[in-house]
């Protein structure tokens, strides 16, 4: 069975994804025919060299009702404005999970979430809405992920940790597990610079660096320096 999809975004997370999905169509029986790519101008499009064509401005373009959408795009505040745009379009947002990772049957993904090969999900995760997790990251038990929350690569998300809509986590991050009765707690739009261990909660909107995290300040930058 081959399915049809659009992609927005043309940079270095959709040529990716385009990849992982070519590789995904020689392995699984549900392919996915990328029929062409959005974005507000062609500049990085004309660097990857894709082969479907670009569609240019998704506001410009007469989509029809139930498309399929993926959001290829790593800004998870610029995705959530995606999402609704494409909601008011009536689109669909399939979750694109490559072939190489292990996704516990006792998760919740919710709908548009990109699973980057060796990507693991493991018992009683709860996954918000356009979640992005890169190429040998994990959620482990018991956590709790919000809307448009983005892993970099090889983020490890211990057990009993609930992290807020919008977070970015940088390539490398480790978050130390919490407790069922005290959840390690990230708060939406926070910022983890790549590298960081997460000890204790990041409060709302702020973003922390280092082993272990503190708040990104120019005292404590000269503190680590």
């Excluded at 049809?4 to 270095?12: E, K, L, S, V, Y």
């Excluded at 996954?127 to 809307?147: L, R």
């Excluded at 211990?158 to 977070?167: L, T």
């Excluded at 590298?195 to 708040?215: L, M, R, S």
């Amino acid at each position: 069975m081959e399915n049809n999809i659009f992609i927005a975004g043309t940079g270095g997370m959709a040529i990716d994804l385009t990849e992982f999905i070519e590789d995904n169509n020689v392995s699984v029986s549900n392919r996915l025919n990328i029929k062409g790519y959005f974005d507000v101008d062609d500049k990085e499009y004309d660097i990857y060299h894709y082969e479907a064509p670009f569609l240019g401005n998704e506001r410009e373009f007469n989509l029809s009702e139930n498309s399929n959408i993926i959001l290829a795009i790593s800004n998870g505040k610029l995705r959530a404005k995606l999402f609704d745009f494409f909601k008011s379009k009536k689109s669909i947002f399939p979750t694109f999970i490559h072939h190489s990772c292990f996704i516990s049957r006792r998760s919740q993904i919710s709908e548009g979430a990109i699973l980057c090969p060796f990507v693991t999900i493991t018992s009683n995760a709860k996954i918000g809405v356009g979640f992005h997790a890169h190429i040998y990251s994990y959620v482990a038990h018991d956590c709790v992920i919000g809307d448009f929350v983005t892993f970099a690569p090889a983020v490890r998300c211990n057990g009993n940790v609930e992290i807020g809509d919008n977070v970015y986590i940088g390539t490398g991050v480790i978050i130390k597990q919490g407790k069922h009765n005290r959840p390690l707690k990230i708060g939406r739009n926070a910022v983890i610079e790549a590298g960081a261990y997460v000890t204790k909660d990041v409060p709302e909107g702020q973003t922390v660096f280092g082993n272990p995290a503190i708040k990104f300040t120019k005292n404590n930058l000269k503190k680590r320096s």
